[in-house]
């Protein structure tokens, strides 16, 4: 199984200042059309988890612009330019190039 | 707007088994696999496999190989998650959402709690 490795676990970030959250993978999730398989979902306390970034970099429906994925092959990254107090929450990277689904640890992003 | 509505909490015993749905609508419903990730109070997400729903053809995570049966009704655009011989650490949130990967639409999670 593909294992994904998050960091930071936990992320305290002043409001207004930028965040950013890394994702490894333990192979290359470079897919044979050249797209990266990896998702970025955030989940807000007490709610069902949410799509931010598919493919690597490209933002879902209705997220802000404030929102980036970037990275290739088995480095990613997840940011945020300037975070507002309604990002706080987990965030989980998720590879969709093979199954089993996988999915990194959580990241909980918090206001300071 | 797409929605997946799931069924209500439910606790069984040890060896039990429970049955999970989930109602799909203002989408084709045929046009999109249903993938089960559950998540154990406190922790983080797991994938449990999918079903798509033109052919009804599973992929199960091999942690759940001979326990879990995924079914879909296209007369009701609903999909059906069963976990049989439940153990305590099958206690978590059950979520269906849309897709093989880039899940845009989830169901808003059903609390299975297994306790004697």
């Known amino acids: 199984d593909i294992v994904m490795t998050q960091s930071p676990l936990s992320l305290p970030v002043t409001p207004g200042e930028p965040a950013s959250i890394s994702c490894r993978s333990s192979?290359?999730?470079?897919?044979?059309?050249?797209?990266?398989?990896v998702d970025w979902y955030l989940q807000k306390p007490g709610q069902s988890p949410h799509l931010l970034i598919y493919?690597?970099?490209n933002r879902a429906s209705g997220v802000p612009d404030r929102f980036s994925g970037s990275g290739s092959g088995t480095d990613f990254t997840l940011k945020i330019s300037r975070v507002e107090a309604e990002d706080v929450g987990v965030y989980y990277c998720?590879?969709?190039?093979?199954?089993?689904?996988?999915f990194g640890q959580g990241t909980r992003l918090e206001i300071k | 707007q797409a929605h997946l509505v799931q069924s209500g909490a439910e606790v069984k015993k040890p060896g039990a088994s429970v049955k999970v749905s989930c109602k799909a609508s203002?989408?084709?419903?045929?046009?999109?696999?249903i993938t089960w990730v559950r998540q154990a109070p406190g922790r983080g997400l797991e994938w449990m496999g999918w079903?798509?729903?033109?052919?009804?053809?599973?992929n199960y995570a091999q942690k759940f190989q001979g326990r879990v049966t995924m079914t879909t009704d296209t007369s009701t655009t609903t999909a059906y998650m069963e976990l049989r011989s439940l153990r305590s650490d099958d206690t978590a949130v059950y979520y269906c959402t849309r897709g093989v990967g880039a899940f845009d639409i989830w169901g808003q999670g059903t609390m299975v709690t297994v306790s004697s």
């Open positions: 998720m590879q969709a190039l093979q199954t089993p689904r996988t």
């Open positions: 192979q290359n999730l470079l897919d044979s059309n050249g797209f990266n398989s």
């Open positions: 493919l690597g970099s």
């Open positions: 203002d989408y084709t419903f045929t046009n999109y696999a």
């Open positions: 079903i798509t729903t033109f052919m009804s053809d599973t």
